[in-house]
């Protein structure tokens, strides 16, 4: 099962993370607060962020990516897949049945 990790613009990142629990996207997504500097167009930036882990499934992943892309302000969006090898089974089965339809 994937995690997406994404970073955000702090004024968007409870709507983003709410967006994509809202339409079954996401089980659950956790938000933390972080410092990035990257380069951009020749630039050195520095700015506050948001981390959000997108915690979903293989099936939703794809439509959990585009969704991201649709909303985030940033022309290229940090957006990675990070697939777990070890969860807990009963964690496994309660994000499995929290994404997708209301009949999963």
């Not at 506050?48 to 959990?64: I, R, S």
């Amino acid at each position: 099962m994937p995690t997406a990790y994404i970073t955000v613009p702090e004024s968007d990142a409870s709507t983003l993370a709410r967006t994509l629990v809202d339409e079954r996207l996401a089980a659950c997504v956790n938000q933390f607060p972080c410092a990035s500097t990257y380069r951009w167009e020749g630039d050195v930036v520095e700015e506050e962020e948001v981390v959000l882990l997108a915690k979903t499934t293989d099936e939703a992943y794809d439509e959990l990516r585009d969704r991201v892309l649709e909303l985030h302000p940033h022309e290229t969006p940090c957006i990675e897949r990070f697939d777990e090898s070890d969860v807990l089974d009963s964690f496994a089965a309660w994000r499995a049945g929290a994404v997708g339809s209301d009949e999963a």
